[in-house]
């Protein structure tokens, strides 16, 4: 069946610290694996996405790493600010139709503290 | 604009109430999605819209009913709710075009169903 996981279900990093969130995935028919940021009272917010014949992806402070071999994502946060808290998901992205919607799978979140 | 409104913030409702929850979008995308997320558990797919038609539907239980009115709004309709379908609804939207796979989200609507 379809699932996207998580190790570590809370980190706690020190500002200015880099920061790896980690993801599993069992399904590799997706297209695109994302990740998205939750801060509280918040809805989820895209962050970065890499192509599944991609390995690797640099963003603004964000890396995500994709390794198809072992099923395995994550998102690499450089100095890790106070404004970084939140919850990130991994999510797999399935199409739905050709040139049409998509459906996200959500893994199941890590909760990010950054310590001042 | 790239921003995704909900109405309303927080909804309280009896088991036998009729309500609904608006969602809008103003960034011509033409897919719609409405999602259902419990407290620390990430979200999980309702409904999808796509050209205002209704291409998936998740096994969702009919007292939820999903609305399409145009390419900007999108409505889930309530009734005869049970108290564990208490949860935040997130409506989200997207383009639909082939690599184009960012939806945006909107900030929910907190539900509780007494």
């Known amino acids: 069946g379809e699932s996207v996981g998580l190790h570590l279900p809370t980190l706690s990093v020190q500002e200015g610290d880099n920061s790896i969130i980690n993801c599993a995935y069992s399904?590799?028919?997706?297209?695109?694996f994302i990740w998205y940021k939750q801060e509280s009272g918040k809805g989820p917010q895209f962050i970065i996405d890499?192509?599944?014949?991609?390995d690797k992806r640099q963003g603004q402070r964000v890396t995500v790493l994709l390794n198809k071999t072992v099923k395995h994502l994550s998102l690499q946060i450089a100095a890790t600010q106070p404004g970084d808290s939140a919850v990130y998901f991994c999510?797999?992205?399935?199409?739905?139709?050709?040139?049409?919607?998509?459906?996200?799978?959500f893994g199941s979140g890590t909760r990010l503290l950054v310590r001042p | 604009d790239t921003e995704v409104t909900q109405t309303p913030k927080h909804l309280v409702m009896g088991m036998t109430n009729k309500k609904s929850l608006k969602c809008e979008q103003h960034?011509?995308?033409?897919?719609m999605y409405w999602y259902k997320q419990k407290a620390k558990k990430p979200p999980e797919l309702m409904f999808v819209?796509?050209?205002?038609?209704?291409?998936i539907n998740e096994s969702v239980p009919s007292r939820f009913s999903p609305e399409c009115p145009n390419s900007s709004l999108l409505n889930l309709h309530l009734h005869a709710l049970q108290p564990e379908d208490s949860a935040l609804y997130l409506c989200?939207?997207?383009?639909?075009?082939?690599?184009?796979?960012?939806?945006?989200f909107g900030p929910g609507t907190r539900l509780t169903v007494t």
């Open positions: 989200a939207s997207s383009q639909v075009a082939r690599g184009t796979y960012e939806q945006y």
């Open positions: 399904n590799s028919a997706s297209d695109y």
């Open positions: 890499i192509r599944s014949n991609m």
């Open positions: 999510a797999e992205s399935f199409p739905i139709y050709m040139d049409s919607s998509y459906k996200l799978i």
């Open positions: 960034m011509g995308h033409r897919a």
């Open positions: 819209y796509s050209y205002e038609k209704l291409s």
